[in-house]
């Protein structure tokens, strides 16, 4: 089992930047520790989408057309944590953001059952 714990959220002024951290604990090793990382974002009534992904073996990463450009992920296996840098940030990214990861070495840019492991979320708010 793995567990996901979310945090570095808070309110920040449109332009500004935020750092989000997500400490995996558990079967963090071996094949059923070893699968992909991502972040994901829910806004009010709105369906939760992907954010930006990065696979633990290999650091390829992935970003949603929306963010490219703005926002970081990056991963510290030792330390079993991944990272989001936010910059440049809009009121639109304004979010609970939540950290997964997936079952395999694979980033998948949708949500559905390949993300097996979800984090309780983190407040982005970006005001204007």
């Known amino acids: 089992q793995v567990q996901l714990v979310e945090s570095g959220g808070g309110l920040v002024q449109a332009g500004g930047s935020l750092r989000l951290s997500c400490a995996a604990s558990g079967r963090t090793f071996g094949t059923f520790g070893s699968g992909a990382m991502g972040w994901f974002r829910q806004a009010p009534g709105k369906e939760r989408e992907f954010v930006a992904g990065?696979?633990?073996?290999?650091?390829?990463?992935s970003y949603a057309d929306s963010v490219k450009g703005r926002f970081t992920i990056s991963r510290d296996n030792a330390k079993n944590t991944v990272y989001l840098q936010m910059n440049s940030l809009k009121p639109e990214d304004s979010a609970v953001y939540y950290c997964?990861?997936?079952?395999?070495?694979?980033?998948?840019?949708?949500?559905?059952?390949?993300?097996?492991?979800w984090g309780q979320g983190t407040q982005v708010t970006v005001s204007s």
């Open positions: 990065v696979m633990r073996i290999g650091g390829i990463t």
């Open positions: 997964a990861q997936a079952n395999q070495n694979t980033i998948v840019t949708t949500l559905g059952p390949a993300w097996r492991y």
